[in-house]
């Protein structure tokens, strides 16, 4: 990526600390990577395939299939996975669908500092702690919370309306979270395009929606895939989420584990969810770099 | 140019409601929390700062804001350390290794919290060294989370940094270390400071790790609310909660100023 020589005909002498000899620079992290990263999530996959024993934590190297088994053939297992794989996806839809406009406006106003006061909302609050932001939104959508309270004192409905302990409330709750995520991935893909196509069309006599139908969302598509696999992959291995929002009703693949070992200690059968979780995110996240690969090279 | 490339008026609204999913939970924390009533009614009771005493006061709360801040600053420090380093050596390195490593050093966000929360615990109790149920093991894990945005940061702020300054320190007779130290340093100290605000946020902001690395005794802010909130609401979380709504902002408005933003957000 960076050139070391900075282009310069005749290659000089480069001093020492610019060698590639700086080997010693990256070996602590590489260390610590290894150490508390690669060794513990390699040996948690390892011990899926060992038996399962319940509250045995410590590996025996008796191979199994067994836990992946007892995944595929209880509808408790693969209904969790197709529950998270399906709000996954709704999150990332509702996501796009009200995350572009937000984005198009930061990347195409023609005021500075409303871009800059837009983009730094998004940033706090995508940095602000999640669950304080689900406080809120539990204030809210409670039974007693502030829109049913709200709506029961204006003679709309007289029960509360379920908005919270359901599927309902975990969509809100997920896209509440991943929104920031999403909004960050198009502004990039969006500034990217040359407002001169548009402007070009536009005084062709095109309109509006045809402009942007045929124009700006075409040629946003790699930040769109991109958002929407990024917000995929957060929205399925969200815990904290399910488990407010839901309240332990809504299942899904990260509460399961959570619950297999902290409740039941089955703690090979929990590492056997962990890697099918890490291989469906991980298999989107692959996609992501994919399409960020194709953001990069798409620019005009 | 207004009139040729206008926001369409639909965009204009939806974004407002796009604002609003983000920003009204978090206004909601904050009346919650000034509220003098015990639970938040629509028009509010009226204000108070009795909850916010309570913070001051609360042994549970007050407790984890600390802890939390200790942690997050900790955990700061190691991973700015590791992270400007790795990212000194992946901007100038030539070696065919960089592009792996890259990957690997940003691996441990693209995994799930949960599982890596596990994954961590299980390896605490096998290694048996009492990192298990310890801060030392929660520091190592949120080490592990937030070094991954230092080395963005900082490697960003490397790219662009122009070598032949350095080189004409070198020139002049600075040792390697030197012209590092009182060149190159100083330049990149802004991208540095960016990076190691954001690694304490994404540390003080924690959950799904920290969930299977503590204990009753090392309670996090994050962890504290949570569970207030799953047995009952006290708005005291919500006063909690407003002075982290206060950091998070000031850190978010400093980390802006110091890294151009416009370059964060274009890819190249």
């Known amino acids: ?300 | 140019m207004d009139d040729i490339n206008p926001i369409p008026f639909t965009f204009r609204i939806i974004a407002v409601v796009a604002l609003m999913v983000l920003l009204v939970p978090v206004l909601i924390v904050v009346l919650a929390g000034l509220n003098s009533g015990e639970y938040l009614t629509f028009p509010p009771e009226g204000f108070s700062l009795r909850w916010i005493e309570n913070f001051f006061t609360s042994p549970t709360f007050l407790p984890a804001f600390k802890l939390s801040f200790g942690l997050a600053l900790a955990t700061t420090i190691i991973s700015t350390i590791l992270g400007t380093l790795a990212s000194i050596f992946l901007t100038r390195s030539t070696s065919k290794a960089r592009e792996i490593l890259r990957g690997l050093f940003f691996l441990p966000v693209v995994l799930p919290g949960v599982v890596l929360g596990l994954a961590l615990y299980v390896f605490f109790i096998w290694s048996d060294v009492g990192l298990a149920r310890s801060l030392a093991g929660l520091i190592i894990g949120h080490v592990l989370v937030t070094m991954p945005f230092v080395i963005a940061t900082v490697t960003a702020s490397l790219v662009d940094f122009d070598l032949s300054v350095e080189e004409a320190a070198r020139s002049l007779g600075a040792t390697p270390f030197q012209a590092f130290w009182k060149v190159t340093l100083p330049l990149i100290t802004p991208g540095i400071s960016a990076g190691s605000i954001f690694a304490f946020i994404v540390s003080f902001g924690q959950f799904e790790l920290t969930l299977f690395l503590s204990t009753p005794d090392l309670q996090t802010l994050p962890l504290a609310i949570y569970s207030s909130l799953r047995y009952a609401f006290e708005p005291t979380a919500a006063a909690a909660g407003i002075f982290a709504i206060c950091l998070v902002t000031v850190s978010t408005l400093i980390s802006t100023r110091l890294s151009n933003l416009k370059k964060l957000l274009s890819r190249r």
């Open chain 1, 1 to 300: 990526m960076t050139d070391l020589t900075g282009g310069s005909p005749t290659p000089r002498q480069r001093p020492s600390w610019l060698s590639p000899n700086l080997w010693w620079l990256v070996i602590p992290a590489i260390l610590f990577i290894l150490l508390f990263f690669l060794i513990p999530v390699l040996s948690l996959f390892a011990s899926s395939f060992d038996k399962a024993m319940p509250g045995q934590i410590t590996f025996q190297g008796n191979f199994s299939w067994n836990n992946y088994e007892r995944i595929f053939s209880r509808s408790l297992y693969y209904t969790a996975i197709w529950r998270s794989v399906w709000l996954g996806a709704t999150v990332a839809g509702v996501c796009l669908v009200i995350g572009y406009p937000l984005a198009f406006i930061i990347a195409r106003t023609f005021r500075a500092g409303t871009a800059t006061l837009l983009t730094i909302l998004v940033l706090s609050s995508m940095q602000l702690d999640m669950v304080i932001r689900l406080y809120g939104l539990m204030v809210l959508m409670g039974d007693k919370g502030l829109i049913n309270t709200g709506l029961i004192a204006l003679g709309i409905t007289s029960e509360p309306l379920p908005l919270m302990y359901n599927e309902v409330g975990v969509i809100v709750g997920l896209v509440q979270v991943t929104l920031p995520f999403m909004v960050l991935s198009l502004i990039g893909s969006i500034r990217s395009i040359n407002p001169a196509l548009e402007e070009a069309a536009r005084s062709l006599g095109s309109s509006r929606w045809h402009v942007m139908r045929t124009i700006t969302w075409p040629l946003s598509l790699p930040g769109i895939y991109a958002g929407t696999l990024l917000v995929f992959a957060l929205a399925i291995s969200s815990y904290v989420v399910p488990a407010l929002m839901g309240g332990w009703k809504v299942i899904t693949l990260p509460i399961h584990i959570y619950q297999q070992i902290a409740e039941v200690g089955r703690w090979q059968f929990g590492a056997a969810v962990a890697t099918l979780l890490f291989l469906t995110s991980l298999f989107a996240m692959a996609l992501y770099v994919v399409a960020l690969r194709r953001n990069a090279g798409g620019r005009v």
